[in-house]
């Protein structure tokens, strides 16, 4: 059974700071995808990672894909309030189209 | 605009009911799916169509039926067999290929009173 773990499951963290969320997966998997949701809403993809050392970066987040070691990280860079959200991976091993999903990072960015 | 609708936005479901919930997209995506969230956790499939007239069942289809009549539409009926129905529950699609994310409607909140 495929599962992705995330970890920090919660995290605060001061305007201006930088910080790492990570994502592990269980299963062998050349595509991983990177979404964010704010309180009460739906998911906006943010990140489509499909190869072994892809790097994406919009604004302040940078997210990067090890296949190798099963890892995707999400770089957030001088973090401001706006990006206080819940971050989720998500993994398709099969490349089928159908995802699993880890647990999400609660992010709170305080002043 | 293209994008996915889903409605109701908030749906309350009394015991024994079945209930269903709708999904349109005018995206031409061909795949479509239904994820359930509960508070503070991921997302959970409950089922999944990568084609018109076909569907496969997620994780968690028990409880649960749909139907793909139509390349636009999903909708997932709640059945009386489902016996925690209360949820935020999320249809999304994309093309048929994975190199895509999912683009998500904006979700339906069901609740049993």
């Known amino acids: 059974e495929l599962k992705v773990e995330q970890n920090p499951l919660f995290l605060s963290m001061q305007e201006g700071k930088n910080y790492t969320i990570y994502c592990n997966y269980s299963t062998t998997s050349d595509r991983l995808y990177w979404y964010r949701q704010d309180p009460g809403k739906s998911l906006e993809s943010l990140f489509v990672?499909?190869?072994?050392?892809a790097v994406k970066q919009e604004g302040r987040l940078m997210a990067s894909l090890d296949t190798k070691a099963r890892l995707s990280t999400l770089h957030i860079t001088a973090a401001v309030h706006d990006l206080s959200a819940t971050y989720f991976c998500a993994v398709d091993p099969t490349n089928a189209g159908k995802s699993t999903f880890g647990d999400g990072t609660t992010l709170t960015v305080k002043p | 605009d293209g994008g996915i609708t889903q409605s109701p936005k908030y749906l309350f479901r009394k015991e024994g009911q079945n209930v269903t919930l709708s999904c349109e997209q005018n995206l031409n995506h061909d795949a479509m799916y239904w994820y359930r969230q509960d508070p503070g956790q991921g997302l959970r499939l409950i089922y999944y169509?990568?084609?018109?007239?076909?569907?496969q069942k997620g994780d968690i289809a028990e409880g649960y039926s749909v139907s793909r009549e139509k390349k636009e539409s999903f909708p997932l009926t709640v059945t009386s067999a489902q016996k925690n129905p209360t949820a935020f529950y999320l249809c999304?699609?994309?093309?048929?290929?994975?190199?895509?994310?999912?683009?998500f409607g904006s979700g339906t909140r069901l609740t049993v009173v």
């Open positions: 999304a699609s994309s093309p048929r290929a994975s190199d895509y994310g999912y683009t």
């Open positions: 169509s990568q084609i018109v007239n076909d569907f």
């Open positions: 990672l499909l190869s072994n050392g």
